[in-house]
């Protein structure tokens, strides 16, 4: 998760130097909001709002429950191995979109998204979508297009007044919400990624069809591909699996699942109680799973051939964030339903008198004690069950401060007079740098400098090595992989600043550079003016 003292605003953090617009708008928006408080203020702030929003926007879902299964609905949602492999890659904006999941459902199924009033609070549920960008919406797409075309409009309230004396027909179900409640939720989520589109379409974006394989969902339980999947994980990163989770241990998880979707089915889904949110967890699990054959890794790469755009689908395993809300939403169900009271008093008398539990005379959710005992297990099951999340992911998550080094060598790029870009090497996306302890971080150049930084973008998952995504890196990649000198070629290229942060020194390849910065870690040359 890269964070920056203070992101300057660039052309690439507006999807308009040429490579695909992954990171838009949500770096442009932690910018502005490191400009308002410190950056690292911003960070926590953005991951507490991550829990936050999952957790009280499940708990909203189930309004009538009891607290405590509404709340144990909201832990499973925050608290889950979707959660912590995400988390542990640092996909933070995909998160906030998650996060955001269960507001988008209850704005498109409460009110009317068809009028002003239903389409502004529609807006603000998709607002940390929007912010997360182009995977965020388009899981949020998956859950809001089928809400607003399965949806009916609220019924209307009875008019007070004595009940009839003799039974009416039951009236006709009401009729499906219009066509127009859908074109006005599509219309909202155009809306909110504006941002990524329109430098979508400024420039051609290019994908690697290479990468299908490589962030195709994987077995990290015993379960295989699909049971893994199922169980909200399965992320393509072996890396990102928390302590303690995929070995034998993961089967209680498993039961837990088991109790979540057999109470969506049988409490929410026949009822149902959340329309269109069953089938875009169907729908999210098949797309998941389109990438764990052969014959659906080959119809990906030949959609990405087609249109860059499918390289949305290359990570499935993102789209089972559906699934995630629904089995959050039936266990929370489930939970209810075990809650409610053993002792059942007794009114009325003679042949006539009834049963009726305390829920039914007050019309809000009691439990006695073995109820409670029941909701306070299920409030803690999730986190006991995948302790690996817990406090920084069992350690492997915590604040690392940059080098001053590297932050006065920014200054001094960023300070000189001397027009051109930057080249950074090795030819990598990723570093282990010591002062990172070690561990996997995508390169912060990008982030820290204002001139446009020429890097090779394209991740090694494995044994692939994808291909760049920035149409300058790839003109660039066979000059870098070959040996020889490199100064004429980057001089054509526009290269002035060229900073190793990794491995030995290049300098040699360099003929004619200018030491700026020599120090371990980290060198800056500069390149002489091409005559």
Known sequence: MVFVPREPFTAAMFGLAGGPPRAVPSDAVIAAASRIGPADVVQKLVLLSIFVLACSGTAALLRREHWLARLAAGVFYAWNPFVAERLLIGQWALLLGYAGLPWVLRAATRDSVASWRGAGRLSLALLPAAVGGFAAMAVSALVLVPATLLARPPMPEPAPGPEPASVAEPAPPPARRPVGATAVALLV???????????????????????????????????????????????????????GYGGAWSAW??????VAVAGYAALAARPRRWPGLGVAAVAGVVIAGIGVTGAGQEMLRDGIRLWAGFAVLRDGQQFVAPLALAEATGFGLAVA?????????????GQQRTRTSHADRTGTSHADRPGLAIGVAALLAPV???????????????????????????????????????????????????????????????????RPVIWN???????????????????????????????H???????????????????????????????????????????
């Not at 941002?195 to 290019?206: D, E, F, K, Q």
């Not at 409610?340 to 008398?349: E, F, I, M, N, V």
Request: glycine letters at 10%.
């Open 337 to 349: 339903w075990a809650m409610k009271p053993h002792a059942l008093s007794w009114r009325g008398t």
């Open 489 to 531: 070629a980057l001089q054509r290229a526009g290269v002035r600043f060229v900073i190793v942060d990794a491995g030995p020194s290049v300098r040699a390849r360099l003929p004619g550079c200018t030491p700026l910065i020599s120090e371990p870690g980290l060198d800056v040359c500069q390149l002489p003016q091409d005559r």
């Open 457 to 487: 973008d394209g991740v090694q998952v494995g044994n692939r090595h994808l291909v760049s995504d920035d149409p300058v890196a790839r003109r660039l990649d066979g000059v870098i992989g070959s040996p020889g000198p490199l100064t």
């Open 253 to 258: 998880w498993l039961a837990l699942v088991v």
């Open 189 to 243: 989520l155009a809306v909110g990624s504006l941002p990524w589109l329109i430098p979508s379409v400024l420039h051609r974006v290019y994908a690697d069809p290479a990468g299908v394989a490589a962030f195709a969902a994987r077995a990290d339980t015993p379960f295989g591909s699909l049971g893994s999947l199922l169980m909200l994980g399965g992320a393509w990163n072996a890396q990102t699996v928390p302590a």
């Open 384 to 450: 006991l069950l995948l302790p690996g999340l817990a406090w920084g992911a069992a350690g492997r998550l915590r604040p690392v401060w940059y080098p001053a080094g590297w932050l006065a060598a920014a200054r001094v790029i960023d300070d000189s007079r001397v027009p051109g870009d930057v080249l950074l090497l090795p030819w990598a996306a990723y570093r282990r740098p010591a002062w990172n302890g070690g561990e996997a971080v995508l390169d912060p150049w990008p982030r820290l400098l204002s």
